[in-house]
């Protein structure tokens, strides 16, 4: 089964922080994603990578950098955290064009 | 721009019902259609589609595609109250591995 992780359930900061949100997954997938989820807004795409150090703009990269050293590990990163950055943020998964697997979530509230 | 809507909104039904969840989308240069559901946490793997006409089939759930009519269904037989989550669709579509999703289907099943 593929395990994706997510460094944090629940995480509060103040506005103005820089906030790092950390996914690592262990199926060795090229492919990783990060998410906010929002009500009535669904799932949206920040920003994903397709290998180690590529990146790539996603539908909302506005006010989010990321950051991809290692295969399985793919961080989010709010330079200065604002009140509209409060959300669920989502990691993913995937392996070519295969389906893409999920973390648990980060609820991150700022303050 | 693409787009995944899906139908109802929300649902509520009692165990033993048979439901079946709507969603159709507008892609440029479609590769698949996807179905997660969503209970707490993580969006959870239920089906991948990629051939029209084709049925997949787990257990009680079953998803058919429309590649012509640009849609696809998801069926829940014989509802339990487990089976109460948001279901998800998401399309890929493009030269790149970025899934646009739906608002969601809020299902209920009450005993």
């Known amino acids: 089964d593929v395990k994706v992780t997510q460094s944090s359930r629940y995480l509060v900061k103040r506005t103005g922080e820089k906030v790092f949100l950390e996914c690592v997954q262990d199926?060795?997938?090229?492919?990783m994603f990060w998410y906010r989820q929002d009500p009535g807004l669904g799932l949206r795409l920040i920003y994903f990578?397709?290998?180690?150090?590529?990146?790539e703009k996603g539908d909302i990269p506005e006010g989010y950098s990321v950051s991809r050293e290692k295969k399985e590990r793919f961080s989010l990163i709010l330079e200065s955290a604002s009140t509209n950055q409060t959300s669920m943020y989502l990691c993913?998964?995937?392996f070519g064009r295969g389906p893409q697997h999920f973390g648990d979530g980060t609820r991150l509230s700022i303050l | 721009e693409d787009k995944v809507v899906q139908s109802p909104l929300s649902l509520v039904v009692h165990e033993g019902d048979t439901v079946t969840l709507n969603c159709s989308y507008e892609?440029?240069?479609?590769?698949?259609l996807l179905w997660y559901k969503q209970e707490k946490k993580a969006p959870t793997f239920l089906f991948m589609l990629t051939s029209s006409g084709i049925e997949k089939k787990s257990g009680r759930l079953s998803s058919i595609l429309d590649k012509k009519e640009l849609f696809s269904i998801l069926n829940i037989t014989a509802t339990q109250t487990g089976d109460s989550a948001v279901y998800l669709c998401?399309?890929?579509?493009?030269?790149?591995?970025?899934?646009?999703f739906g608002k969601g289907t809020l299902l209920t099943v009450n005993p």
């Open positions: 990578s397709y290998d180690v150090k590529m990146k």
């Open positions: 199926m060795d997938h090229e492919n």
């Open positions: 993913a998964s995937s």
């Open positions: 892609v440029t240069n479609f590769r698949s």
């Open positions: 998401a399309v890929e579509g493009g030269s790149n591995y970025k899934l646009t």
